[in-house]
């Protein structure tokens, strides 16, 4: 390709997402939805406007290094403090039974492998796919209805962050597992090692930047240095420890989400991000969709995978608040707002077709299972706190 192409290709891509996506917002659907719809229209599946390049890769891999950097910027620890046992419990549960929910339905759908084998991998990598949660609906839900700050609506969102923090720790463990060279103590190992070493690294580097904040607050050189620390981190777990870069970006930010200007540094790397870099990774997801591929079999593999998902949360997180003393109606309320998945189940995905653990054509089910919990979440929530509110 030469450089200039590159030039058309960004224009259609950002000008499309941005039709598509609020398109899909008009329709009450996430606007990543219609992102990544913009990247199956303009892929080479239908109109064959944009072609899959490596400068478009690597736009989208930086996308998705700002979206989790983001991620751990918006993390609140005093949160996670003050729900404590309860929302670590009910974010374990709703790891655990999507993870083995998602490796029985490959299993089953494909037939049980040998501990270790490609088939085996894969068919764990779905369950992880299915651990992500992301909460920005059910947040807007609750905000709406007027029960964010009540106690269920404050276990919900504390769950949900640690439950992407398990979810990532999971992610960095079965890919470890994909290198030929590697073995579960190598990969437990390279994966305490680098968490060991980015806590010592984040006391150091908090401190720095509390420095930095009191002398210069405000300052673009602020969101600057902190760009500088979430690519620093991703190359250094990528390059020194097999950990997926992601995870270096979103211990990044939770290195950073305690600052004064933790919120300053969010807004700038949002501005960045939403500007070009995220609208690239999403239809980059479309781009590699492959529709082609769909046949029955398949078809009935992805409302399969939609249903499994989706009754895992409610399963997981509804029975371990139920454990932990919340009613039965409460306890409905925490499966319910767990379910909804967004861009970290995509995020997910992609890392796991650039090391070869999933094929393309599941995306589908990913997109299937976004679109369908984000419609689902908010009217079960509603019809849930009108009856029992």
């Known amino acids: 390709m030469e450089t200039y192409e590159i030039f058309k290709s960004l224009a259609i891509i950002l000008v499309s997402a941005k039709v598509c996506g609020l398109i899909a917002a008009k329709l009450k659907a996430p606007q990543v939805v219609g992102e990544i719809v913009a990247g199956l229209l303009i892929g080479p599946g239908v109109f064959g406007l944009v072609d899959q390049s490596e400068l478009i890769s690597g736009m989208a891999e930086i996308g998705v290094v700002l979206l989790m950097f983001f991620a751990g910027l918006e993390t609140s620890l005093r949160d996670l403090a003050k729900t404590g046992v309860k929302a670590l419990v009910i974010a374990c549960a709703g790891v655990a039974v999507p993870l083995l929910g998602g490796y029985l339905l490959y299993s089953c759908y494909y037939g049980f492998a040998a501990a270790g084998s490609e088939e085996f991998l894969t068919a764990i990598f779905v369950g992880v796919i299915m651990t992500a949660t992301s909460v920005s609906i059910t947040v807007a839900s609750l905000q709406e209805l007027g029960y964010l700050k009540t106690d269920t609506g404050t276990t919900i969102m504390s769950a949900a962050i640690i439950d992407d923090v398990i979810g990532i720790i999971v992610l960095t463990f079965v890919v470890g597992m994909k290198d030929p060279s590697s073995n579960a103590g190598r990969v437990i190992l390279n994966t305490v090692l680098f968490f060991a070493g980015a806590f010592v690294v984040g006391i150091i580097v908090y401190k720095i930047f509390k420095l930095l904040d009191k002398r210069y607050p405000h300052t673009r050189r602020i969101p600057i240095f902190g760009f500088v620390l979430a690519f620093a981190l991703a190359y250094v777990a990528e390059k020194f420890f097999g950990i997926a870069d992601i995870t270096g970006a979103y211990v990044a930010g939770i290195i950073l989400c305690s600052i004064d200007d933790s919120e300053y ?80 189940a995509l995020i997910v995905a992609q890392k796991g077709l ?36």
């Open 265 to 344: 540094i969010a807004r700038k790397v949002d501005v960045s991000n939403y500007m070009i870099f995220a609208p690239v990774f999403f239809c980059s997801i479309g781009l590699k969709t492959s529709i082609g591929d769909m046949d029955e079999s398949l078809l009935l593999f992805c409302v399969l995978f939609v249903i499994v998902a989706l009754a895992s949360k409610i399963i997981g997180c509804g029975l371990a608040s139920k454990l932990l003393r919340f009613n039965i109606h409460d306890s409905l309320k925490i499966g319910v707002g767990m379910m909804t998945r967004g861009e970290v």
């Open 354 to 389: 650039s090391v070869g653990m999933i094929e393309s054509r599941y995306f589908t089910a990913v997109i299937l299972l976004i679109i369908v919990s984000s419609i689902a979440t908010p009217i079960t929530l509603k019809y849930l706190y009108s009856k029992h509110s």
